[in-house]
């Protein structure tokens, strides 16, 4: 009796731990050396430098002032491809829903004190829930090149 009790509060012990330390494993937050605009400029730029596409970048502040939040401090969302590396991904079947974290995206938020902060996801522990080759790629080549990309800006 006294080993399931202690199997049972260990597990839950574990569980709540997981729980609790995990999504602040999963996004990892930098603080900017540079103004807000900089450093967007600056991932935009060190991304294509790399041979990085950059598709798109959000506007998240405007688009909630736009829906009656005026208080929003400025948030920007950087999606980002190499897309050698995503080629490499989804060119097998087995591998394409990897899509719903593609492109990546790196965020440029101010907070309330007027720091500029960069947040990403953590692409070398997410890597290693999926297959070898989603692993090899994400995990290795994107979140080291995400790393350098981010080398110069952060503090």
Avoid at 11 to 40: C, N
Avoid at 51 to 61: F, L, S
Avoid at 62 to 89: F, W
Avoid at 128 to 141: A, D, E, Y
Wanted: aromatic content about 6%; charged content about 20%.
């Amino acid at each position: 009796m006294n080993f399931l009790l202690g199997l049972l509060v260990g597990v839950l012990g574990t569980a709540v731990s997981v729980f609790k330390l995990l999504p602040k494993l999963m996004l990892t937050v930098h603080k900017s050396k540079l103004g807000f605009e900089e450093t967007v400029a600056a991932i935009d730029n060190e991304a294509k430098a790399r041979q990085w596409k950059v598709p798109k970048i959000y506007d998240i502040q405007k688009t909630l002032q736009e829906s009656g939040h005026e208080d929003m401090t400025r948030v920007k969302i950087l999606s980002i491809c190499q897309p050698h590396h995503a080629y490499n991904v989804l060119k097998n079947d087995a591998d394409k829903f990897v899509t719903a974290i593609m492109p990546c995206r790196v965020a440029v938020y101010e907070d309330a004190q007027g720091n500029v902060n960069i947040a990403e996801m953590n692409m070398g522990l997410m890597s290693q829930f999926f297959s070898p080759t989603v692993r090899n790629i994400i995990g290795k080549h994107v979140a080291i090149e995400e790393k350098e990309m981010l080398a110069n800006i952060v503090e």
